[in-house]
C-alpha cells in the first residue's frame, strides 16, 4: 500500500504542476528548430544547444528537434556543439513574445579529437532521470563481436543488464523476470511481436538504418502501455538527403544491400525536400554451412531468414516531416528432431513531426499494421501456430517550460489473436480472439534544485474486457553530487496479451499470442476474478557513479510484484462442460491464474577511452510464481548472468579494431523426466482396452526443479578498415563464434533422448563496401 500511497500522490503533483505551469507560463522569447549533418541532412540526436554564457540551453531529442524557452529580451549567441562537428555560432536577437523556428547544419570537423570530456550523454546526467533505460547508437552496436563482420543489435542486447538470451539458436529475450510476451517493440512505433531470428546471433533490425535504441528494463513512464515488463523503442534513419549512397555486405553467413538517397532534393537548406532509403538482408547459412561448417552438420545448418525495411521521408521547409515505410521478416528452420518451425510478420504505417506556427507545441503521431504468424510441427508432438495482427495509433504533445516539460497524448490499438495449440497431455486448446483498447497518458518532468521528478499517469481503457484502469508512474532522480547521483522508479502496468508456451518443453522455441481469454476460473486464492488482464507493480532504486574521469558504475535493485498472471493450464484433464461441472476449475479450464514477484539486481561498471573501451555487466534475478497450488520458477528464472566486453582501436585513424566478448550464464530451470508408461484414454478408445494399444506417457518429475547446465560463450573479431575515397570504405572482418567451442545445450527432446547443442566454436569472414 505505501507503494500506491506514493504513486498516486504523484497524479495529484502533475496536476498541480501542470495547472500552476500553464496558468503563468511565460511571456519571454523561445527558439526551437531542428539540428542537422550538413553533408547528409540526417537529424543530430543528444547535442547540445545553447546560449553562450547563460543557463539557457537544450539537447537535441531523437528527431533532431530542440526548445529553448523562458529566454529574456536581448542579445545572445545560439551555439550548437557536438563530437566530431565543428561548434556552429548563431548571434540572434531575442525579445519579448518572440518565437524563433531554425534549422541548424554542421559541418563534419577536419580536427580528429582524442579525447571528449564534455557532451550531451554526460549533461543527461544530471538533468534525466534515466532509470532503467538504455540509449543504444549504432556507433555503439558495432563495438561488440560481429559475426561475419556483420554487427547486430540482438548482439549487444545480450550484454545489457538485466537483459538475458536463450542462446545463440532459438533466440528469446528475457528482461529482469519477464518472458518476451512482457516486452513491447516498436519500430518507428510499429509494434514488433518477435524481433529476433531463430539462429539468435541476428535481430530483424538491420543496424546500418538505425539512428536511436532506447530499452526501458523497467519502470518505463506513462507514454508506454500495455506490456508489464520492459518496452524496447527503436527508430531508423531518414536516408541522405543530398546524395545516392549504400552499403554492400557478404559473409559466410548472409548478405545484405542497403540503398539511400534523395527523392527530392533540397535546393537550399530552408527548402522542402524527400529521401529514402531500403534495406535488404538475408541468411544463406544453410548453403553456406556444407561449405564451411559441414563439421557441424553435414546436411548444412538450416536456418533461413529475409528481412526488407523500406522508409520515405518527407521533409517540410520549417522541418516538420512524414515518414513513410514498412517491413516484411521472415523466418524459417528445418532442423533434426524439428519438422518444421517458421514464422512470418509484416507490416507498415506512417509518422510525423509537426511544429505549428505560431504554437510552442511539439507535435507528433503515428499510425501502423502489423501482423505475425508462427508455425511449428516437431517429432512425436501434434503441431502449433497461432497468430497475431492489428493496428496502433497515436498523438502526442510535448510543451517545454525552461528546463520542465509537459508531454500528454491519445493512442489507441486494436488485435485479432488465433492460437491452435495442444497442451502437455495432448488437448486441444483452439481460440480466435479479439481486443481494443483506448489510452490517455500525462507526465510532467520538473528540475528543482538537485532533484528531477518525472510524475506520470496513464488511463488504460481495456475496451473488449470493459475494464478502466488508473495507472501512475514516477521517476526521481537527487544528484547528491556533480559524479554521484540517485535514482528511483515505480509504477503500476497492466497487458491483456497473454503468451502460450509449451511447459514441458526443456528449452522452449514456440511462443504464441492470445488475446486475454475468457477461460479463466472463477476465483483465484479464495477471492473472485474480477479481471483477466496481466498485472504488475514495479520499484526501482540505484545510483549512478562517476568513479573517475572515464570510468562509470550503474546500479539498480528492483523489485516487481504479479498480482495476477494468465498462463496456459498444464494441469488439464477435463474438458469445460456441463458433466464435469463437479471437477475443479484447475483440472478443467483452459487457462489459469498465478502470482509471483521478481526481484534482483543490475551491475554496469564502463571505463571508456578515445580507443579503448572496456565494459563488465552483471545481473542477478530471482523469479517465484503461484498457481494456487504449486510454487514454482518459471523457464526464464537465470538466476546469474556475467558480461565482459573490450574494444581497442589501433593503427592510423583507428583502422584496425579489436573486439572481445564473454558471456557466462547459469542454467535455466526445467522439469525432469522420470520414466515413461503406456497411457490408455478409455474415453477415446472403443474393444478390449486389455488388447488395445495404449501412447505412449511420460512420468514428470517436480515442476521446473532441475537445473540445465551453465551457458558460456567467448566471441572475438578484428576489423580493418581502407578508407578508398571521401564516402567509400571497405571493411574486412574475421570473427570467431564459441571459441572456447563450449557445449551449450539447444533443444532436448525427452521421447528419443535426443540433445541439440548450441553453435560449436565457427570461425567467419566478411566484407562490406560503403559508397
Known sequence: MTLRKLLFSSILTLIILISFHLTVFSQNGIIRGFVYEKETGEPILFTNVYLYKTTYGATTDQNGFFTISKIPSGQYTLMVTYIGCDTLRIPITVAKNDLFTKKLYLNKSSIELQEVSVSAAKQDKTTQTQ??????????IMQIPTIGGQPDLAQYLQVLPGVIFSGDQGGQLYIRGGPPVQNKVLLDGMIIYNPFHSIGLFSVFDVDILKNVDVYTGGFNAEYGDRISSVMDITTRDGNRNRFGGKF???TFGAKALFEGPIAKAKTEDDASA????SVKGSYLEQSSKIFYSY?????????????????????SNGSKVNLYGFDFNDKVQYQILQNYHWNSYGGGLNFVAIPGKSAVLLEGHASYSYYKVDMAEENKSPRSSSIGGFNVGLDFTYFFGKNSLRYGLEGSGYHTVLNFY???????????????????????????KFIMEPGLRLEYYATLSN???EPRLSIKYNVHPKFRLKMAAGMYSQDIISTTYSQDVVSLFTGYLAAPQNLQKEFLGKPVNTRLQLCDQVIFGFEWDLLKNLFLNVEGYYKYYPQLTTMNRNKLYDDSPENASQPDYYKKDFILETGDAEGVDVSLKYQLSKLSLWVTYSLCFVHLYDGVMHYVHIWDR?????????????????WE???????GSGFPFTQTQGFYEKLTFSDMGGDYTTNNGQLGILYADYNKGRLTYYSRLDLSLKKSFFLGKNSRLDATVSVTNALNEQNIFYFDRISYTQVNQLPIMPSAGLSITF
Open 296 to 316: 557441424v552438420n553435414e546436411n548444412g545448418l538450416p536456418y533461413n531468414y529475409l528481412d526488407i525495411y523500406g522508409k520515405i521521408s518527407v521533409n517540410a
Open 658 to 664: 579489436l573486439d572481445a566478448r564473454y558471456n557466462f
Open 275 to 278: 529521401s529514402l532509403i531500403l
Open 423 to 449: 497442451n502437455s497431455i495432448n488437448r486441444s486448446i483452439n481460440y480466435d480472439l479479439n481486443t481494443t483498447e483506448a489510452s490517455f497518458y500525462g507526465k510532467y518532468k520538473w528540475i528543482i534544485g
Open 131 to 140: 532509470t532503467s533505460i538504455i540509449k543504444i547508437t549504432p556507433k555503439e
Open 639 to 655: 538466476r546469474n548472468n556475467l558480461n565482459l566486453v573490450a574494444t581497442y582501436l589501433f593503427g592510423k585513424k583507428g583502422s
Open 468 to 470: 478502466l484502469r488508473l
Open 249 to 251: 555486405d557478404i559473409s
